[in-house]
């Protein structure tokens, strides 16, 4: 079976991870690192809305986390 090969477009990118589109299959292609996930549109837009729950949540309890760190970017960053 031969497979076509994707050709994306970046949507989105930073020194952490970029988000391609392959209008061809019609999926999201998430870089992290040496990983990347592929999505379909309608599971990407739920990643993104847990992200996105997760992320106000997180700045809602940060003020709290702080006290036990005097770097609160240091909760963050410390995972092994």
Do not use: W
Not at 13 to 36: I, K, P, W
């Amino acid at each position: 079976m031969q497979r076509k090969s994707c050709h994306t477009e970046t949507l989105a990118r930073s020194e952490v991870c970029s988000v391609e589109y392959c209008r061809g299959c019609a999926v999201f292609h998430v870089n992290l690192g040496a990983v990347t996930l592929h999505f379909r549109p309608s599971t990407f837009r739920v990643l993104c809305t847990t992200l996105n729950t997760a992320l106000a949540r997180f700045r809602h309890v940060r003020p709290v986390l702080s006290s036990y760190a005097s770097n609160q970017d240091e909760i963050v960053d410390s995972t092994p």
